[in-house]
């Protein structure tokens, strides 16, 4: 990162948790190895996937 950037003030944003939530399912282990087939092929992270 360039050494112009100030983040020393920066603080989070207050929606982010909002955004997602994250959760505990049980899904098959083919449909896993589906999405990370997947994931592989697109370079897309296979959670991304899933949530797509």
């Not at 944003?13 to 997947?38: C, E, G, W």
């Amino acid at each position: 990162m360039l050494d112009e950037y100030d983040f020393s003030h920066a603080r989070k944003n207050p929606y982010a948790k909002l955004l997602k939530k994250q959760i505990t399912i049980n899904i098959d282990v083919s449909t896993v190895d589906y999405f990370k087939d997947m994931s592989s092929d697109n370079g897309i992270p296979y959670q991304t996937l899933i949530n797509l």
